[in-house]
């Protein structure tokens, strides 16, 4: 079946696309999903990674849900195994991407992130203090981060990302990935351009995944669940 990219999706690559590795700043993929939304939010989160790697953008990873934590860990990991195999070169931690891992708090811990990264965060998620990371040498604040990829499932948290973390008034630019049932209430975010891109439930994964030119969970249930609707509509 043929994938047919919305101008949802297409915002939400365009946004990436524009991203230019620079020193001294780095893109940030939240990831507050669990277990029961991986279905969904898992793809669209591997395909934003590979997005970011492919074009060499240092990005950090972190989640504010406890259920989430090995996600961080699992998804560049896998995201860097098939960049590996398909350019045959392979996205370093450290110096490519880091895992900041679970942070407790969501809005206290958003708001001293925007105004101070190495406090807030201290250490990767392998103890490791944030001054000896080579990739965050230079990050301060929010000002540091060109863009936000914030994928979850839980209610409210794009909201607390949208309202806490800005820097002297400057929020940086945020993309959105949600669950299908998520969908249509996010969609006021996107047409008041407080973000800058959305992808909803697993067929924004799977325009996504064409998008960057690298089918994977997204576009094999697709075809699954397309099929089973043919097969229930009569």
């Not at 001294?24 to 990831?31: D, E, H, N, T, Y």
């Not at 990264?117 to 392998?126: G, L, N």
């Not at 839980?154 to 949600?178: A, N, T, Y």
């Amino acid at each position: 079946f043929k994938v047919k990219t919305t101008p949802p999706v297409q915002s939400y690559f365009d946004r990436v696309e524009k991203v230019e590795p620079a020193p001294g700043r780095i893109a940030l993929v939240v990831i507050d999903f669990d277990p029961q939304s991986k279905a969904e939010c898992y793809p669209q989160t591997m395909a934003t990674v590979k997005h970011l790697m492919r074009k060499k953008i240092p990005f950090a990873i972190l989640t504010l849900n406890a259920t989430g934590a090995g996600f961080c860990e699992d998804i560049p990991r896998e995201a860097a195994d098939q960049i590996e195999n398909e350019f045959r070169w392979r996205p370093e931690y450290g110096r490519d991407w880091v895992n900041w891992g679970y942070k407790y708090g969501v809005s206290i811990f958003i708001k001293a992130l925007a105004s101070d990264v190495p406090e807030a965060v201290k250490a990767d998620a392998r103890g490791t203090p944030i001054q000896e990371i080579e990739l965050m040498e230079g990050v301060k604040d929010a000002t540091s981060i060109d863009l936000v990829c914030e994928v979850t499932s839980l209610v409210g948290m794009l909201e607390s990302w949208l309202q806490f973390f800005q820097k002297e008034g400057r929020r940086p630019d945020i993309v959105h990935g949600c669950t299908a049932v998520s969908g249509p209430s996010n969609m006021v975010f996107l047409d008041s351009k407080q973000i800058s891109g959305l992808l909803i439930g697993m067929l924004g994964a799977a325009e996504y995944e064409d998008l960057v030119g690298s089918p994977g969970r997204a576009t094999v249930g697709m075809q699954a669940q397309t099929g089973a609707h043919l097969l229930i509509i009569p």
